[in-house]
């Protein structure tokens, strides 16, 4: 999902600036922050933290039609991106416990 910096700053309770600052690596984010961030673009939380390479191989997509995207709007959507991972993680566990 394309948002603004202003868009997912505010989505995840920073300034903009604060926001590029975590980009920039000259701040470190909080874990909280993180896992909003996380649930916003779609993402495991070990996407950002594995020094490997990517962690769960999952980017959720959402597609709607729209003027403009609310702060509440964004929260819905962060909302059922973790649901859909959190469910894949699952299954993968469970998957895991078979073997």
């Known amino acids: 999902m394309g948002l603004t910096q202003e ?26 922050k993180l896992a909003r961030l ?4 779609g993402y495991g939380i070990d996407h950002f933290l594995s020094t490997s390479g990517p962690g ?10 729209a003027e403009t995207v609310s702060e509440d709007d964004l929260e819905i959507i962060a909302w059922a991106k973790k649901l859909v991972i ?14």
């Open 7 to 32: 868009q997912a700053a505010s989505a995840i309770g920073v300034s903009r600036e604060e926001l590029s600052y975590y980009e920039n690596g000259r701040r470190e984010i909080s874990l909280a």
């Open 38 to 41: 996380a649930d916003l673009y």
């Open 56 to 65: 769960l191989d999952t980017n959720i997509a959402v597609a709607f039609r």
């Open 86 to 99: 959190d469910a894949h993680m699952l299954d993968r566990l469970l998957m895991e416990g078979r073997s």
